[in-house]
Structure formats: structure tokens, C-alpha cells
């Protein structure tokens, strides 16, 4: 069934980024507005993010770490109509099977409230004891994969673990402007952000997420229809020829990677400028959650629109008109 294939996608915690991903969710679903990340060895030896969300009471610490025991659902309504990023209550469990884990966490002003669990892989004996943390939450994994060699041996380079990573805390950043990031890696600060609540803010946390030379050229749009918006940045061709990968697209806050999409996006700079060229973008896409069903596959990005020949129109037409606008005579070869 389809409930049982979003649970058992659930359990695949694959690498680093995986878990980073995991954490990040369930610190916004917690309403967070703060969060730092702090990982060692590409996150292979540490993981440790900490925020500022509503905590988790003392009762229910164990029962985070335990399997299926998720507080955002209830029933199979309630996942047809889910909102928040995490439903399969299973991800703290299987980052717990396979690392050493440790919740430290609190629900009260009071910091001296605070309470902590730990758990080292499979066999856990989840002691709860006291431990100061001031309102929010803080979980540590280490030592990746301990207890099973056989993921162990799947792991990359240091440094390619972590580009995972950082893509996963990058997708997040871009897709929360309200909330304050900060990433460090080997003790190093690899990104700090603060919140981005005007359009000045937010170009500034794509430039440093995305590089400022794509920020220089780039073109800001922003259109809107009663039924859908769409906002944020496009690359001209002149940039875009050396950037393949700068492509991002959310739909209603979450990124996703569609072939209507895509092929929308391809479409308009085609027409309007010439062949063979990757387009840059970081654009962001709203419209009436009951018109696309995100939960096709939880952990691939994939969307399914009700009018996707609407939504490709409008992509495509948007685009369009805001490269036509700007062509300039030099940007033609
Ligand atoms: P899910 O997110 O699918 O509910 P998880 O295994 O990711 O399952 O988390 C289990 C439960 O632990 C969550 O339902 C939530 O109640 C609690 N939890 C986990 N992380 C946090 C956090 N950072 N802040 C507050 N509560 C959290
Ligand atoms: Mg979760």
C-alpha cells in the first residue's frame, strides 16, 4: 500500500546528508527559527544540530527514539493532508540503529528543565536524565554506521560527504528564508545566515549560498494569477553557459526536481535566447496545495500536478516575458 511504501522509504538513512536532511525536518516541523549545525568528518564522525523549536517534553523523549512513534499523525486522513515535513515517525529510530545518538532537549523557558536521551545503536536502553538546554532541541550522531561495516564501506571522501551535506542544509536555507542557519564543519563556518524577510535580504542568502557571481547578472521576477505565483531568480545565458547545476525549484516551500518542470524552464530560454545552454535558477513556485500531490515518493523529489498544462503554461510564459524583457543587444552572440 501506499501508506507502507512511505513508511519503509522512511527507513533508508543512506549517508550523512541523509540524516542532515531527517534532523532539519523535524526542527522546522518543531517551528524552529534557529538553527545550527555543526558536523565533523563530513559527518561521518559528528552530526550535532541544535534549535530552538518547541522541544520535546521529558515523557516523550524515549518514545521519539522508538519506531513508528511519530506526534504529527494520526491517521491515514491526516496523511493525505499532512503539512508538515515529517510523517513516518521512524527517522530518529533508524538514525539511532546505526550511530550514537543523543537528544538533549527542552520544552520550558527555564534551561535547568532540560532532559536527555541517548541511545548506541540497535540494543538501546534509552536512560532519560537531566541535562541543561535552554527552549529547543539539540541531537548529536556520531560515529555513523558504527555497527554495521557494510554501510560503512558505501561512504565517500570526507569531502564528498560533506558536499552532500551542504546541498541538503543549502535546499533548506533557500527554501526557509524566515529561519537563521548556520553550518560549520571541523570547527570551520561554512555558512551563517540570518533571517531573510525582504527581497534585499533574501538576494543577499542566495548569493552566499549560491555565489555572488550568480546574484550579479541574475534577474529577479515575480508574477502572480489568481492561481499560482511565481518568484525569484533566473541566470542569464552568458553565466548560465558555466553553471549546469545551479537549479533550483520549490513548490510550495519544498524543492523538487520535475520533468514538466524542467522542461517549462528549457522551453522559455530557448525561445527567447539561443540553443545549448544550462539555465541557472532559484525559483519558487506557489499555488493550492490541493492542486499537487507532493507526497509521491518521500524521499525523491518528485511533484504531481492536478493541471500540469496549466502550470507548465505559466512557467514557461513567465519566464518568457521577464528573458524578452531583459535581453540586452551583448547578450546575443
Ligand atoms: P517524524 O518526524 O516522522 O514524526 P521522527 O523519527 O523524525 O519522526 O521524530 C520522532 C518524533 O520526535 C517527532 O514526531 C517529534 O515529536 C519528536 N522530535 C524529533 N526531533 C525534534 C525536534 N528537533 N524538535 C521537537 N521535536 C522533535
Ligand atoms: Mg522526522
Known amino acids: 500500500t501506499r501508506l507502507a511504501n512511505q513508511i519503509a522509504a522512511g527507513e533508508v538513512v543512506e549517508r550523512p546528508a541523509s540524516v542532515v536532511k531527517e534532523l532539519l525536518e523535524n526542527c522546522l ?45 494520526t491517521s491515514l486522513e491526516d496523511l493525505e493532508a499532512v503539512s508538515s515535513l515529517g510523517f513516518r515517525g521512524e527517522a530518529l529510530a533508524s538514525i539511532g540503529s546505526v550511530s550514537r545518538l543523543s537528544l538533549i532537549s527542552n520544552t520550558a523557558d527555564d534551561s535547568s528543565e532540560g532532559q536527555q536521551a541517548e541511545s548506541e545503536g540497535r540494543d538501546m536502553e534509552v536512560q532519560v536524565r537531566p541535562a541543561a538546554h535552554p527552549r529547543g532541541t539539540t541531537v548529536e550522531v556520531r560515529d555513523l554506521f558504527f555497527n554495521t561495516p557494510a554501510r560503512r564501506k558505501f561512504l565517500r571522501t570526507e569531502k564528498t560527504e560533506f558536499s552532500h551535506l551542504e546541498e541538503v542544509v543549502k535546499r533548506l536555507a533557500l527554501a526557509r528564508f524566515d529561519v537563521a542557519f548556520s553550518l560549520r564543519h571541523n570547527g570551520r563556518v561554512i555558512h551563517q545566515l540570518r533571517p531573510a524577510l525582504d527581497e534585499p535580504e533574501q538576494k543577499r542568502r542566495v548569493a552566499s549560498l549560491c555565489g555572488p557571481a550568480f546574484m550579479e547578472q541574475a534577474i529577479y521576477i515575480e508574477r502572480e494569477l489568481p492561481e499560482f505565483k511565481l518568484q525569484g531568480w533566473v541566470g542569464l545565458p552568458t553565466f548560465s553557459r558555466s553553471q549546469a547545476d545551479l537549479q533550483y525549484f520549490f513548490v510550495n516551500g519544498r524543492v523538487i526536481r520535475d520533468k514538466l518542470i524542467a522542461h517549462a524552464v528549457k522551453q522559455a530560454y530557448r525561445d527567447v535566447l539561443y540553443h545549448g545552454r544550462h539555465p541557472a535558477f532559484v525559483l519558487y513556485l506557489s499555488l493550492d496545495p490541493a492542486k499537487v500531490d507532493v507526497n509521491v515518493h518521500p524521499t525523491k523529489h518528485e511533484v504531481r500536478f492536478r493541471d500540469g498544462r496549466d502550470v507548465h503554461n505559466f512557467i514557461f510564459s513567465s519566464l518568457h516575458r521577464a528573458l524578452a524583457d531583459v535581453r540586452p543587444a551583448d547578450q546575443v552572440e
Open 29 to 73: 516541523d518543531a517551528g524552529s527559527t534557529r538553527i545550527d549545525i555543526d558536523v565533523e568528518s563530513g559527518g561521518t564522525k559528528l552530526i550535532r544540530i541544535r534549535d530552538n523549536g518547541q522541544g520535546i517534553a521529558a515523557e516523550d523523549l524515549p518514545l521519539a527514539l522508538a519506531r513508528h512513534a511519530t506526534s504529527k499523525i
